[in-house]
T-cell receptor
């Protein structure tokens, strides 16, 4: 089975930066995804990493270290609309996605 | 508008009843998936299909069945619902199921089994 860990909750102030960490242990590795999920809605795709390093996409960046089984999602210039759950998901050797339980980020004014 | 639709949006069901959750996508994606999402547990894969005519079991398949008669539709059936199947169910699809494939999710079905 897969083991994916991420913090349950984080709180930050509007305009600040928040880093959400994800550690994983999987049988095989074919990429790591981050999804955003607002309350009562479907998850939506944010980023994908398969090689080590940083991928930047506007205010959001995602980092991967395969040797350490570690990723983080960096949210910059936080806005109220960024209040949501952020899901870390790892694609294993069979190309199946396993999800972490999600990190709920609350942005305060 | 291209995407994935699910029906019903929500349902309250008596234990022991049979229920089919519907999922349709119009993106001509080959792969489709069913997940359940429970508080504190995240999304867990129930069943998947890499192409029309084939299906496979995910992490939590017991009590559920699926079929994939064509590319667009992927219904999930609970033959005899039990309270532990109370959950939010998400259908997803992706182009091929491999490579740099990204999964796209439907709006979900909230199911309560009493």
């Amino acid at each position: 089975g897969q083991n994916i860990d991420q913090p349950t909750e984080m709180t930050a102030t509007e305009g600040a930066i928040v880093q959400i960490n994800c550690t994983y242990q999987t049988s095989g590795f074919n990429g790591l995804f981050w999804y955003q999920q607002h309350a009562g809605e479907a998850p939506t795709f944010l980023s994908y990493n398969v090689l080590d390093g940083l991928e930047e996409k506007g205010r959001f960046s995602s980092f991967l270290s395969r040797s350490k089984g570690y990723s983080y999602l960096l949210l910059k210039e936080l806005q109220m609309k960024d209040s949501a759950s952020y899901l870390c998901a790892v694609r294993d050797g069979d190309y199946k996605l396993s999800f972490g339980a999600g990190t709920t980020v609350t942005v305060r004014a | 508008i291209a995407g994935i639709t699910q029906a019903p949006t929500s349902q309250i069901l008596a234990a022991g009843r049979r229920m089919t959750l519907r999922c349709t996508q119009d993106m001509r994606h080959n792969a489709m998936y069913w997940y359940r999402q429970d508080l504190g547990l995240g999304l867990r894969l129930i069943h998947y299909s890499n192409t029309a005519g084939t299906t496979g079991k995910g992490e939590v398949p017991d009590g559920y069945s699926v079929s994939r008669a064509n590319t667009d539709d992927f219904p999930l059936t609970l033959a005899s619902a039990v309270p532990s199947q109370t959950s939010v169910y998400f259908c997803a699809s992706s182009e091929s199921g491999g490579g740099t494939d990204t999964q796209y999710f439907g709006p979900g079905t909230r199911l309560t089994v009493l």
